[in-house]
C-alpha cells in the first residue's frame, strides 16, 4: 500500500534550536518526495522535493531509501518556521499526490 | 501569472444536498488535481483531469464528480452529500500530467455539511 506516515502531530521547539520532522513512507517503486508547508493564512505550498537536493529555507531532507525515511531538517529554527508541514509522494510531481497526516512545527521564542 | 483560484470560499449544505465547487487553474496549466482535506488530516486525491478527460481516481465513490473545460477550468460535483463530505477541498494545476512538474495549489472551498 503506498502511505506516507507522519508519527509527530506537534512538534515544539526553541527559536535557534535544531529541528527535525519525521517521515515514513511505503511504496512499490521510486516516487518522488516532497515536503509541503502551510503557513498561517496561507495556501499550502511546496518547500522542496528530493530530486531538486536543494535547500530552501535553510531545510534540507535526503531520502533514506534503505530505511523509506524523508525526515525534514534545520540546524537552527526561526520563528517564522512555525506552520503545518506535510510530507507527500507520488509517482511524478504531475501526478496524484499522497500526503501524511501533516505535523504542526511550533517555536517557541 | 494569475494563481489558483476556487469559488465559493466557504459554504454550507444539509445532507442529501448536491454541491458544485469551481476551480481556475494557474496560467498556461492543463491539469487540475481535486483533493480533500477533513480536519486534522493530510489532503487525500480525489481524482484529476488533463485536457478535460479524469486522468486517475482516488478511492471516493462515483457521487464525487468532475469536469474541466476547454480553458483547463474544472469543476467538482458532489451528490447525495454526507456529513462525512464536511472537509476543505483543494484544486492543484499542473503544466503538464507526464513530466516532473509542481503542482500549484488554490486557497480551498471549506465546505460544512448539516
Known amino acids: 500500500a503506498q502511505r506516507v506516515t507522519q508519527p509527530e502531530k506537534l512538534l515544539s521547539v526553541f527559536k535557534g534550536a535544531p529541528v527535525e520532522l519525521k517521515c515514513n513512507y511505503s511504496y512499490s517503486g521510486s516516487p518522488e518526495l516532497f515536503w509541503y508547508v502551510q503557513y498561517s493564512r496561507q495556501r499550502l505550498q511546496l518547500l522542496l522535493r528530493h530530486i531538486s537536493r536543494e535547500s530552501i529555507k535553510g531545510f534540507t531532507a535526503d531520502l533514506n531509501k534503505g530505511e523509506t525515511s524523508f525526515h525534514l531538517k534545520k540546524p537552527f529554527a526561526q520563528e517564522e518556521d512555525s506552520a503545518m508541514y506535510y510530507c507527500?509522494?507520488?509517482?511524478?510531481?504531475?501526478?496524484?499526490?499522497?500526503f501524511g497526516s501533516g505535523t504542526r512545527l511550533s517555536i517557541r521564542p | 501569472e494569475t494563481g489558483v483560484t476556487q469559488s465559493p470560499t466557504h459554504l454550507i449544505k444539509t445532507r442529501g444536498q448536491q454541491v458544485t465547487l469551481r476551480c481556475s487553474s494557474q496560467s498556461g496549466h492543463n491539469t487540475v488535481s481535486w483533493y480533500q482535506q477533513a480536519l486534522g488530516q493530510g489532503p487525500q486525491f480525489i481524482f484529476q483531469?488533463?485536457?478535460?478527460?479524469?486522468?486517475g481516481r482516488g478511492n471516493f465513490p462515483p457521487r464525487f464528480s468532475g469536469l474541466q473545460f476547454p480553458n483547463y477550468s474544472s469543476e467538482l460535483n458532489v451528490n447525495a452529500l454526507e456529513l462525512d463530505d464536511s472537509a476543505l477541498y483543494l484544486c492543484?494545476?499542473?503544466?503538464?500530467?507526464?513530466?516532473?512538474?509542481?503542482?500549484?495549489f488554490g486557497p480551498g472551498t471549506r465546505l460544512t455539511v448539516l
Open positions: 483531469y488533463y485536457r478535460e478527460e479524469e486522468n
Open positions: 492543484a494545476s499542473s503544466e503538464d500530467r507526464a513530466t516532473s512538474i509542481e503542482q500549484f
Open positions: 507527500a509522494l507520488s509517482k511524478s510531481s504531475a501526478s496524484k499526490i499522497i
